[in-house]
């Protein structure tokens, strides 16, 4: 589709505005506290918004949609687990980090287990966030090969270097203020979406709840054969009930608010305690309404495909085109001029509030835990500043190359593909941390012995997915529980250890947080 001069106006307005706010910050990273942590002067509000951007990515402009109107709403279910997780981040993991007044999530990890934990830790994160990225960035370029008709391999290109240019001159600060006018360009994107839709069904809101609850579109249930399943609250490692989507909810929300670079660094970059705090109440009651809308979002486009047929649309029901593509047609098939521009900004937003994230969080933790400490320590300030900006143009390049990788691979829907690789690559960080925070038990063997035992497991369910393995020696549960189960065995490997072979004696550093009101 060719865009109209209003949608071009539009989105070369919005582009130009982040790369100005990339431009004006660069002014202030003249040194490694200010690139990465801004000066410590952030207020919960900003902070809170910066969340909010952060984990609403692509995932959520594209795969929310595309999930719920290809199936139903059981991988909404995950996210209420927030709720549990937040009091746990906000009374428990935040007032440590605070304290310390770390840059690096993985600091902790040295003081409680030592460097050699700290460096896996570090490498672990790298790891998965490079997964990240490549996913995010090729979620959004099918949104521009779409709107442009450029190829596939030019999007992703052109889509990198532009997030790549800003989080690099810009650091931390322009990353949480973009991330802010993202979010709010993200919500209204959504919101016209959902009127135009709204405005073109005869019986509005009510048809959309009517017609997709008596399809079973708002099931909580896996969908099989073109219908839901039965909902189940049972405790399975076979099946997705709603239980168990509720436990692998819980197991990554306190992931990434215990031990996500990402997430730490905001709290990091707070004013104070209480100003982080308010930054986590922010985005519970934000992100929650957001993920929801964006499911309802798609429910609303299957009613609306049902009463307008499209063939794209009835492809993807099918199987034969990709779920992910939905949002994309939509927004250039049917939406007015200008307004389909701003849309586009929205979907742009989704995915660079995310890439800018990362990419700085990925240069801050190559920075603090590896450069600084094991590999070239001793330097001045502006060595490592120098080093910081290296490493962000070097991880565009990495986040570039695997966006292309992965536009040649086969997957279902990316909200599924996006859960099981973070299972695979979470490493058992989860457990590591639990195991750091509630018990004084363990050392650096311990933590070695139970990451050990996690990592043959994690080979052994990759070996499964890949079908590498006879039937009688592959995984015999969902490899949605692989996170899961993983950070169980690492807990209980690691406190086990620590029990039956204890260490001489306990650093002072390995004592236990305070908990703090």
């Known amino acids: 589709m060719t865009l109209a001069t209003a949608d071009w106006v539009v989105l070369a307005g919005y582009l130009c505005v982040v790369l100005g706010i990339g431009l004006y910050f660069s002014r202030r990273n003249t040194n490694t506290e200010e690139y990465f942590v801004g000066g410590r002067r952030f207020r919960g509000w900003v902070i809170g918004l910066s969340l909010v951007g952060t984990s609403i990515s692509s995932i959520t402009f594209l795969a929310y949609p595309a999930d719920a109107f290809k199936t139903d709403w059981l991988r909404y279910l995950p996210n209420l687990a927030l709720l549990p997780a937040m009091l746990v981040a906000a009374f428990v993991f935040l007032p440590f980090f605070r304290r310390g007044n770390m840059t690096s999530a993985y600091e902790f990890l040295e003081q409680r287990y030592g460097p050699s934990i700290r460096v896996y830790g570090a490498v672990a994160f790298l790891v998965a966030q490079l997964v990240r990225l490549a996913m995010i960035l090729w979620l959004l370029s099918l949104l521009i090969q779409q709107v442009t008709d450029l190829s596939p391999a030019t999007a992703i290109v052109l889509g990198g270097l532009f997030v790549g240019l800003y989080t690099v001159i810009g650091g931390i600060d322009a990353v949480i203020w973009t991330d802010v006018l993202q979010t709010v360009i993200l919500l209204l994107g959504g919101i016209i979406c959902l009127w135009v ?23 909580l249930a896996p969908w099989e054969n073109g219908a839901p399943g039965d909902t189940s609250w049972s405790f399975s490692l076979s099946e997705k009930t709603a239980t168990m989507m509720l436990l692998i909810g819980l197991t990554n929300w306190l992931t990434e608010y215990s031990s996500n670079q990402n997430t730490v660094q905001r709290y990091c970059a707070s004013r104070s305690t209480l100003e982080a705090r308010r930054g986590l109440w922010v985005y519970l009651f934000t992100a929650l309404p957001i993920w929801a809308f964006y499911m309802l979002l798609g429910t609303a486009l299957w009613v609306f495909f049902q009463a307008y047929p499209d063939p794209h649309a009835s492809a993807i029901l099918a199987g034969d085109a990709r779920a992910e593509t939905l949002m994309p047609h939509f927004i250039t098939g049917y939406l007015p001029a200008g307004v389909a ?5 929205a979907a742009l937003a989704a995915a660079m509030s995310s890439l800018d994230s990362s990419i700085n969080s990925i240069t801050t933790v190559s920075v603090v835990d590896l450069s600084r400490r094991p590999l070239r320590p001793g330097r001045d300030d502006r060595h490592y500043l120098k080093v910081a900006w290296t490493i962000a143009i070097a991880v565009t390049g990495l986040m570039i190359l695997g966006a ?7 997957t279902k829907t990316l909200q599924d593909t996006s859960t099981i690789l973070v299972s695979l690559l979470g490493g058992g960080m989860l457990g590591l941390y639990l195991l750091g925070f509630f018990s004084k038990k363990g050392n650096a063997r311990a933590a070695w012995c139970g990451i050990g035992c996690t990592l043959v497991f ?16 592959s995984a015999p549960f969902d490899l949605y529980y692989t ?6 065995l690492m807990f209980l490997v690691g406190y086990l250890v620590a029990l039956f072979w204890p260490a001489a004696s306990v650093a002072p550093s390995a004592s236990l947080p305070a908990f703090e009101g």
């Open 197 to 219: 839709i709204l405005d073109a069904l005869p019986g509005g809101l009510n048809q959309v709840f009517e017609q997709a609850g008596n399809a079973g579109k708002f099931a």
């Open 483 to 488: 996170g899961l189960i993983g950070n169980v």
């Open 404 to 410: 292309l990788w992965l536009n040649q691979a086969d």
């Open 458 to 473: 994690t080979g052994w369910t990759i070996l499964t997915n890949n079908q590498l393995l006879p039937e009688a020696l």
């Open 341 to 345: 521009g701003l849309v586009i900004a």
